[in-house]
């Protein structure tokens, strides 16, 4: 019986691509949206993000992170984020949403997958995928084309981040 649910649940899983590009090379955008995140995030939102804790593995897939956001700035005060893609070829990393965040505003499945192509040396393509579900009507404010701007921000944040030297 579960092995149904969970292949039902999984079908109704809806997708939300899109595509941008940054003026970073490859491996330095690679480096910051993997094994550099945890120190990162903070730095290119510190309005936002107070701190990302490893709650456990290695940074691997299977990875739990913990974002913890400032009072004041959400009505939430964490997300915890699970590593379930990472690979490092195809320079293609996915973080889903386990606990917190979005699941505790009427979504009940929240991943978000960038995928990185370099187009010149100092030039790199990011497709992002946000697959997502609900069981419920959902926010304005958490429609994957909102979280999506979300995420593209963060994307120009990051890129002014890296580009001043960091």
């Known amino acids: 019986?579960?092995?149904?649910?969970?292949?039902?649940?999984?079908?109704?899983?809806?997708?939300?691509n899109t595509q941008t590009?940054?003026?970073v090379r490859l491996e330095a955008l690679w480096a910051a949206?993997?094994?550099?995140?945890?120190?990162?995030?903070?730095?290119?939102?510190?309005n936002i993000v107070k701190d990302?804790?490893?709650?456990?593995?290695?940074?691997?897939?299977?990875?739990?992170?913990i974002f913890n956001f400032l009072?004041?700035?959400s009505l939430l005060s964490y997300q915890k984020e699970k590593?379930?893609?990472?690979?490092?070829?195809?320079?293609?990393?996915?973080?889903?949403?386990?606990?917190?965040?979005?699941?505790n505003q009427g979504l009940s499945y929240y991943k978000t997958s960038f995928q990185l192509s370099a187009i010149a040396e100092h030039k790199t393509s990011v497709n992002v995928k946000i697959s997502y579900d609900h069981e419920s009507d959902i926010e304005e404010r958490v429609k994957p084309t909102k979280t999506t701007e979300s995420t593209l921000f963060y994307?120009?944040?990051?890129?002014?981040?890296?580009?001043?030297?960091?």
């Open 83 to 103: 590593i379930t893609e990472l690979d490092e070829i195809s320079h293609e990393i996915g973080l889903q949403v386990i606990e917190g965040g979005y699941l």
């Open 155 to 166: 994307l120009r944040r990051l890129e002014k981040y890296l580009l001043n030297g960091a």
């Open 71 to 73: 009072s004041g700035v």
């Open 52 to 65: 990302v804790q490893l709650i456990e593995g290695d940074g691997g897939v299977g990875t739990i992170l």
């Open 21 to 23: 590009e940054v003026s």
């Open 1 to 16: 019986m579960p092995l149904c649910e969970s292949t039902s649940k999984r079908a109704m899983i809806k997708e939300f």
């Open 33 to 46: 949206l993997s094994k550099d995140i945890m120190t990162i995030v903070p730095k290119v939102l510190p």
